[in-house]
């Protein structure tokens, strides 16, 4: 066998989203089919590429060079095929992002500036992704990072094209002295009494799935707030006036706690969103590259996000007490 471009699209997105279930997902695969496909390629290059850790698939050091060599072969691929589309300088060395409320965008746009140091980003902070989309779709923006859940794919035309950053469960924020505080993971439905924050219509299913959500748990909130400003949301919260649906990135001040809920019964899956006829396919790469890069390192700076791994994934004891060997959340 010899390496083919589906091959090196492959180890990029296992790499890209940290596992090889997702990896598969994204591609159309199943998630056998991916594994037989890594430990084929691995075998052609004769190393290992990837590790598993307690976050997922990771790179080994000889992957992270085979990875960044298979980067530029898919970029040149990418515009060799995209010759026939005559594009202009200035679509190339612009980049119009939009962006929803991420933490991610900080650190991406440091990473940008090092990686295209001829890249002008202007970015525009937007609420719902239904209305980035809107401006995806109108060509009043190139990019954008936004969100869809489970079962609720985003719909869009075929001059937008997505790709996912990451699928994280949704946890719920606390006073500190709420009396489910001591536990590790609060049922959904123990929450049936508290007043809940809930930030308004994002145009692709919130808050529809949380209400939902909320029914199978056996309630409907008694008292809801519409709100989702961050900062004043967690103040209020320190005081006691509600509980909220938030990222696991979240980082908590002081008086409020971040927990996973029981079951993980909601998830997001966060994506990039560009115009296929604005941008450049080694500007997809690298936005999308650093983005993975940076939600998987404040997720690594969550506190409560890795204690919800280490009990989620943990492998089982053995029946003489030692500890079995699972793979990694994919």
């Known amino acids: 066998m010899e390496l083919e471009l589906r091959h090196l699209r492959v180890l990029c997105a296992i790499a890209d989203l940290g596992g090889v279930g997702r990896a598969a997902a994204a591609l159309g695969y199943s998630q056998p089919a991916m594994s037989t496909q890594l430990r084929r390629i691995e075998g052609m290059l004769g190393k290992g590429v990837f590790m598993r850790s307690s976050t997922g698939m990771e790179l080994t050091s000889y992957g992270a060079q085979v990875v960044g060599r298979a980067r530029e072969i898919l970029v040149l691929a990418d515009n060799l095929t995209g010759l026939r589309h005559s594009r202009t300088p200035e679509t190339t060395r612009r980049l119009r992002l939009g962006v929803i409320n991420t933490p991610v965008v900080p650190v991406l746009l440091d990473s940008l500036r090092d990686a295209f140091p001829d890249l002008v980003v202007s970015v525009s902070s937007v609420y719902a992704t239904g209305e980035l989309l809107s401006l995806l779709e109108a060509g009043e923006l190139d990019a954008g990072l936004g969100c869809d859940y489970p079962g609720l794919p985003i719909q869009h035309s075929p001059n937008v094209d997505r790709r996912a950053i990451r699928t994280v469960p949704i946890f719920v924020a606390t006073p500190a002295g709420h009396p489910l505080a001591h536990r590790l993971e609060i049922p959904l439905e123990g929450l049936s009494e508290d007043t809940w924050f809930v930030s308004s219509d994002d145009g692709v299913g919130w808050p529809g799935v949380f209400y939902d959500a909320c029914q199978a748990a056996g309630f409907t909130p008694a008292v809801t707030h519409e709100f989702h400003v961050l900062d004043q949301l967690q103040s209020m919260i320190a005081k006691g006036?509600?509980?909220?649906?938030?990222?696991?990135?979240?980082?908590?001040?002081?008086?409020?706690l971040i927990k996973p809920l029981a079951g993980d019964p909601l998830w997001q899956r966060h994506l990039l969103l560009w115009r296929?006829?604005?941008?450049?396919?080694?500007?997809?790469?690298?936005?999308?590259?650093?983005?993975?890069?940076?939600?998987?390192?404040?997720?690594?700076?969550?506190?409560?996000?890795?204690?919800?791994?280490?009990?989620?994934?943990?492998?089982?004891?053995?029946?003489?007490?030692?500890?079995?060997?699972?793979?990694?959340?994919?």
């Open 241 to 256: 006036l509600g509980v909220t649906a938030v990222q696991p990135t979240v980082c908590p001040v002081d008086g409020v």
């Open 276 to 330: 296929r006829d604005l941008v450049d396919a080694s500007v997809v790469e690298a936005v999308h590259h650093h983005a993975v890069r940076t939600h998987r390192q404040l997720l690594a700076q969550a506190p409560h996000f890795q204690k919800w791994v280490a009990r989620t994934y943990a492998p089982p004891r053995s029946a003489d007490g030692t500890r079995k060997t699972l793979p990694g959340p994919a």
